[in-house]
């Protein structure tokens, strides 16, 4: 047999064969075969629990795609409902408006309707419409009259009867009085 030579450090070294029983080696390798087996074992759990894990991630992906699907006719809505809030903060802003504008108008029919004072006009300035409302029941109720609703004037002795449209003022019951009693005389 050739000498078979082995570096050790800086040096060369014979090699020597060693012989080794047979019941050494068969248990060396029942040794390692458990070994194996129990490598096996734990890489097969390390599988499973990789695979559930990998299980639940393609679960994820597939639950966000489904979202995404989802969120895009929300997306849609969200606009939707900026556009809706801007039209209605600009309806609420018009009707403000109009509001100030009747309530104005209604101020100005009643001081027109009922002929009111300036410093009582300014009272109504501050308010609502309902208040409006009550203001029109009070001064109808404590006998307010509408201005083209006076009262034809009362005939009194002392006062004429104005005439008809256009026409001349009727004399007063004490001239036809005078009159009479200086035609009489």
Not at 31 to 58: F, M, N, P, W
Not at 65 to 72: D, G, H, I
Request: net charge negative.
């Amino acid at each position: 047999m050739a000498d078979l030579f082995v570096k050790e450090g800086d040096n060369f070294v014979p090699y020597t064969v060693k012989v080794v029983p047979e019941s050494d080696l068969l248990a060396a390798k029942g040794g390692l075969e458990s070994q194996i087996s129990t490598l096996k074992a734990e890489v097969e759990d390390a599988k499973k629990s990789s695979d559930q894990h990998y299980q639940r991630a393609l679960k994820g992906e597939a639950d966000a795609t489904a979202l995404k699907t989802e969120l895009e006719p929300l997306k849609v809505e969200a606009a939707k409902v900026t556009q809706l809030t801007t039209d209605l903060q600009a309806a609420t802003t018009g009707r403000t408006e109009m509001e100030t504008r009747l309530l104005g108008v209604r101020r100005l029919e009643l001081v027109g309707k009922f002929k009111l004072p300036t410093e009582k006009a300014k009272e109504l300035d501050n308010l609502s419409a309902s208040q409006l409302d009550e203001v029109e029941k009070t001064l109808t109720t404590f006998g307010a009259v509408p201005a083209g609703d006076q009262p034809p004037t009362r005939r009194s002795f002392d006062t004429g009867v104005p005439g008809g449209p256009g026409g001349p003022e009727q004399p007063r019951g004490r001239d036809l009085i005078k009159e009479g009693l200086r035609s009489s005389s």
